[in-house]
């Protein structure tokens, strides 16, 4: 008894739970039939092609309009430097150019920068007594056998003491003799008697150092002393 009583509420339990579940069941499918459907976003991307490498191929957009550009007018230069205005047009910027490079540079007036302030006029002299000693030593030739001897190789054996002048004797080393007076050529470096006195001979020679500059240089011939005299 007990046990069919039990079963008769097992039974109810049950029904009632699954009246209850068909009930939300129902419900449930109903609240969604009326829920408003919402309209699915589409999202769409473009996709950028790249041009291949080499292909050489590149996307150009679709052509703008171009605006017209309006030329502002250009003004002439006058040169001065007092017009300040650039010009527009590059063909005038390059007439400007070409205009002041065919007119040059002008020195008349101005201090050339390559003088120096102070000017050596003494090496100018020498320079120029040098080069014109040079020039002289070049057109004068041999004309005697005395100048193609050099000095070391003459001994001077004789003066004899006049008033018209003095002279001298001068032996080469295989005794030749030559009779020298004052402006008399001797030796091989353009040498000039320039003075006879009672015991020697001075002779002027031009000399060329190692600048090419001609220098002159005094050189001496003097008698023998006698034996018994230091």
Known sequence: MIAKTMFKHTNKIRNITCLICFLL???????????????????????????QAGTGVNETPAPVAAVPAVKPEAKESTGTGDDLSIPAAPDLVQDNILAKAATGYDPKGKIDPFIPLIKEEKAEKSGALAAAKKTERKKRKPTTPLERIDLGQ???????????????????????????TKGTF?????????????????????????????TLKTRELRLPKPSGEE
């Open 186 to 214: 001797i030796g091989v470096n353009q040498g000039t008697v320039i003075d006879v006195q009672k015991d020697r001979v001075i002779v002027e020679e031009e000399v060329e150092n190692l600048h090419g500059e001609i």
């Open 154 to 180: 003459l001994n001077l054996t004789a003066i004899v003491r006049s008033a018209q002048g003095n002279k001298a004797l001068v032996e080469e080393s295989s005794g030749k003799g030559y009779i020298i």
């Open 25 to 51: 069941l129902v419900y449930g499918c109903t609240d969604k039939k009326n829920e408003p459907q919402q309209p699915k976003k589409v999202v769409s991307k473009k996709i950028a092609v790249q041009p």
